[in-house]
């Protein structure tokens, strides 16, 4: 070994032995990965910013990045690779919990003040610069000092004359100290106006209540906006509401809150996209019953790209895992959650678009535990758990957001997808009549007519074979 490198490696040796300080090693830990939420007015609880602030939790903060509760980051490394990722390094976090098990030093106290780290600058108002058009709440609205968190579906007009083709969206929270997160949706049918109750908004907790639906994106604490890649602006047609599903959680004194959302519109899309929708109404759980699976899936109709993709499910899903199985037999895996939190669902865009070949099956296992165990189950003692909207019911679901091969394939995907949801259907019903509601009455009573015809056997059911003839012929109609 030479001499060289020998000094490096005691050079090394010599500063892994000099316990980490605040101003030289944790400040930049902490102001890039937990001051987005960790100061004043932002949704944490306390500020991380100054040296006191983060040494009287040194230990507290030694545990919660050890056992990786923070920073929130759900998806596991290794199974699909997104953007903006919030995970401390392994060294990351060594060096924390070095930091507090040798009391925190602040270090270079009163000395150098070029040691000290500047506390980050974040940018006041809109992040990614003045919007085109801004859609804010009609009126305040007043949430209660305490109680349970809230779920409001808030209905706003955008007013078009034309359609448009936003190119980011940036949802800015009003009132930070409340605002937990927010998923905003378009909805063209007027169905959302119709579900208002009370000036302009309703009680909206699994999804907004309406379907189907448009879905612009997700906005949570230290989220960046939505921008659309050039080519594949996303389009909303004039006369369409933007729903805007705000979670609420209280903070111990009354709070007002009137959020909006900033969009930028440019030219009309060139490149196709799809939304992949997968969804298992299949959900019966037991009240105790800690290891409930869920399984579903969807055939994909032609060659895509992934962009993005959403799980979704309410508090008693423990475990969410996604993969694809491609046409050669080989699983590209998609996302792992393995300790899912209902209040750190999130949108996960990959860092690099997944190619998945038309035939691939996307498969959705899900675990749920409805024991007494699980502290957040909602009701105690367990009861027996349906799919549904509310609080107490279940889901499970992926949204998929994806790239086709050309503008022009955009019809026949949604008409292609359509179909597959009614075979995933089929394949899971009980009795083939209660058609679930994303199926609209015209295509009911045709479907009601094709599965009549393709009952060969007369029993009132479709079994795989009979399944199969009818998607064969109806997959043969929307090529
Ligand atoms: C995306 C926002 C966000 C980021 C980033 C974030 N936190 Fe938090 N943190 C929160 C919120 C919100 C809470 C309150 C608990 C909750 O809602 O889950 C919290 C709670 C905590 C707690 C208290 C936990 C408890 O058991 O009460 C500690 C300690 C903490 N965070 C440390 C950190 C550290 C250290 C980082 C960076 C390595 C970090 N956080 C990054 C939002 C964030």
Redesign the pocket.
Same mark, same amino acid.
């Given at each position: 070994m030479s001499k060289v490198m020998l000094a490096g490696i005691a050079g090394a040796l010599a500063a892994a032995a000099v316990p980490p300080t605040f101003n030289r090693d944790i400040a930049p830990? #902490?102001y890039k +990965? =937990?001051a987005? =939420?960790?100061r004043p007015g932002e949704? %944490?609880?306390?500020s #991380?910013l100054t040296y006191r602030d983060a040494a009287k *939790?040194a230990k507290?903060?030694a %545990?919660?990045?050890q056992s990786r509760?923070?920073?929130?980051w759900k998806a596991e490394p290794g199974y699909g690779s997104f953007q903006n990722e *919030?995970r401390?390094t392994d060294g990351q976090i060594a060096m #924390?919990g070095e930091w507090a098990a040798n009391g925190a030093p602040e270090g270079d106290a009163g000395g150098d003040p070029g040691a000290k780290p500047a506390a980050p600058v974040f940018a006041e108002g809109w992040q990614a610069g003045q919007p085109d058009k801004v859609f804010t709440l009609p009126e305040k609205f007043s949430l209660a000092a305490d109680g349970p968190d809230q779920y409001r579906c808030f209905v706003v007009p955008m007013n078009l004359d034309h359609d448009v083709y936003v190119k980011s969206f940036e949802f800015r929270p009003d009132n930070r100290r409340v605002v937990?997160h927010a998923i905003v949706f378009s909805d063209p049918s007027g169905a959302a106006r119709r579900l208002v109750r009370n000036g302009n908004s309703y009680p909206c907790f699994g999804g907004p209540g309406f379907g189907p639906t448009g879905l612009v994106g997700g906005w %949570?604490?230290?989220g960046s906006p939505g921008v659309f890649a050039k080519g594949m602006e996303l389009t909303v047609a004039k006369g369409t509401d933007l729903v805007l599903q705000i979670h609420y959680?209280p903070s111990g004194k009354p709070e007002l809150d009137q959020s909006s959302l900033g969009m930028t519109f440019g030219e009309a899309p060139t490149i196709g996209r799809g939304l992949v929708f997968i969804n298992s109404r299949a959900i019966d759980i037991p009240a105790g019953e800690s290891h409930y699976v869920v399984k579903t899936g969807m055939t994909i109709p032609q060659d895509v790209e992934v962009l993005g993709i959403t799980p979704h499910a309410h508090y008693l899903a423990r475990d969410m895992k996604i993969d694809a199985r491609l046409p050669d037999g080989s699983i590209t895996h998609m996302i792992w959650i393995k300790d899912w939190?209902f +209040?750190?669902q999130g949108q996960y865009r990959y860092s690099q678009p997944l190619k998945l070949p038309r035939g691939t099956r996307v498969e959705l296992e899900y675990t749920y535990d409805n024991s007494a165990a699980n502290r957040r189950n909602p009701s105690n003692p367990p009861v027996r758990v349906h799919w549904g909207e509310q609080t107490t019911d279940e889901m499970a679901v992926a949204f998929m957001s994806v790239k086709l091969a050309s503008l022009a394939d955009e019809q026949t995907f949604q008409r292609q997808m359509g179909l597959e949801f009614i075979n995933e259907f089929l394949a899971q019903a009980e009795d083939i009549n209660d058609f679930p509601p994303e199926i609209n009455a015209v295509a009911r009573a045709r479907l009601a007519l094709a599965i009549g015809l393709f009952d060969r056997n007369h029993d009132g059911k479709l079994d795989a074979e009979e399944r199969k003839a009818l998607m064969d012929f109806l997959r043969a109609r929307v090529q």
């Open positions: 830990i #902490l +990965n =937990c987005t =939420c960790h949704v %944490a609880p306390f #991380l *939790r507290q903060i %545990a919660v990045t509760f923070m920073p929130p *919030r401390l #924390l937990h %949570a604490p230290g959680h939190d +209040n750190w």
